[in-house]
């Protein structure tokens, strides 16, 4: 079955039908180089097709490197005139006499393939002109592609980094401590993961690239998995909060892993950074991991309107207040009402509340008279290895 064609494709396929139509011939289309792989793309011909959308053909002995080696003309009326052109593949099987490429260059000067045409018979009509409206096709082919083109290069970049960091198990885990802010006794600890420095960037942007190549579920589950090695390594009863998005979450991959897990220690954080589609669903696949003990937070809970309807759809144990509302909170008396609101909908609710992002003594007291039981921030640690949690803070 002929695979459906993109709205770009669409549009270079008109580009091919003008092609084939200008120079008389009986086939075009266009080709993406990857390697010594030609990828014919979009492929037009008057007769039943001889190559489909999306064939491969060899780039090393094909008519179109030939003639960008400078080894044959652009304008080949005739191949039986060329040696070179006749000790190809292409003489043979489809028997093409005619020919025409053209190189398609994108914007930074690469050359993303070839803009081709061909004839079954020799047509010594072809001429340079030719040629130019095959330059002029491929500059306007070009101007088509080269967003696809700029996606598939950032896919290929993304995967080099992270398909390694799958391979190996996931990224590596640190725990933060979360301490109750009135003993400061560690009462947990949050699971976060890590990623080369050479990245430059936040987990968050690592795991939404991963998602973007389709690796992020995998990955995901995988930092999960391992934080998970580390509670179970640990005497510490304490428990372990691990983040996770709503739709990897309710993929069987991470149920069945969870369901492994020691449930009553895990506190899964939900985060408002990806939309719930179906709360319905997502409540059916939480049920028997809480009944088996599995504690929910709602992550950033103050950043965004989509966390309040978490919590209200979701029913968490624990709310765990976004760091741009607890930063400077002993100063500002909106924040301390902002805070107090949402310490009483906890109240309400059942609900534990964790500060997150914690940094000044002052802060922390303040919190603590707001009705904020538990928190974690620099002020308490930074992410560390296991070993080097205290007990209190």
């Given at each position: ?369 707001l009705g904020v039981a538990y928190g974690q921030g620099f002020h308490f640690g930074r992410p560390d290895h296991p070993a080097r949690l205290r007990d209190r803070y």
């Amino acid at each position: 079955m002929a695979r459906r064609r993109t709205e770009a494709a669409e549009h270079i396929a008109a580009l091919l039908r003008t092609a084939r139509s200008a120079l008389g011939l009986s086939l075009a289309f266009i080709t993406r180089l990857d390697g010594d792989t030609q990828h014919l793309e979009v492929v037009e011909s008057v007769f039943p097709p001889i190559f489909r959308d999306g064939s491969t053909r060899p780039w090393h002995d094909s008519l179109c490197k030939a003639i960008a080696d400078g080894k044959l003309p652009a304008v080949i009326p005739d191949l039986r005139k060329f040696p070179e052109a006749m000790r190809l593949p292409a003489a043979r099987i489809p028997r093409i006499r005619s020919y025409i490429s053209v190189p398609v260059v994108l914007s930074d000067g690469t050359t993303y393939g070839t803009f081709c045409a061909a004839g079954f018979g020799a047509d010594k009509e072809l001429s340079r002109r030719d040629e130019a409206l095959m330059r002029v096709l491929s500059q306007a082919a070009a101007l088509i592609v080269e967003p696809g083109a700029r996606q598939r290069a950032r896919h290929t970049e993304i995967a080099a980094r992270i398909d390694p960091v799958v391979a190996a198990g996931g990224p590596d885990i640190v725990l933060q401590p979360i301490v109750d802010l009135a003993s400061g006794r560690r009462i947990g600890a949050e699971a976060l993961s890590r990623f080369p420095r050479a990245w430059a960037s936040t987990p968050d942007r690592h795991f939404a690239e991963a998602h973007e190549i389709g690796s992020g579920d995998e990955l995901e589950i995988l930092a999960l998995r391992r934080a998970a090695e580390l509670l179970e390594a640990s005497d510490d009863q304490g428990y372990v909060a691990m983040n996770v998005s709503p739709n990897t979450l309710l993929t069987p991959e991470c149920l069945h892993a969870l369901a492994r897990m020691p449930l009553d220690r895990i506190v899964l954080e939900l985060s408002e950074h990806q939309q719930v589609e179906d709360y319905d669903l997502l409540k059916g696949a939480l049920a028997p991991l809480r009944a088996g003990g599995l504690r929910l937070a709602v992550d950033d809970v103050g950043a965004g309107f989509s966390s309040l309807r978490h919590i209200v759809l979701t029913q968490p144990d624990v709310l765990k207040l976004d760091r741009s509302i607890v930063a400077g909170v002993a100063a500002d008396p909106v924040l301390q009402v902002l805070v107090r609101a949402l310490t009483d909908l906890a109240t309400a609710t059942g609900a534990a509340v964790v500060a997150e992002g914690i940094e000044t003594s002052a802060d922390a007291t303040a919190l603590a008279g707001l009705g904020v039981a538990y928190g974690q921030g620099f002020h308490f640690g930074r992410p560390d290895h296991p070993a080097r949690l205290r007990d209190r803070y």
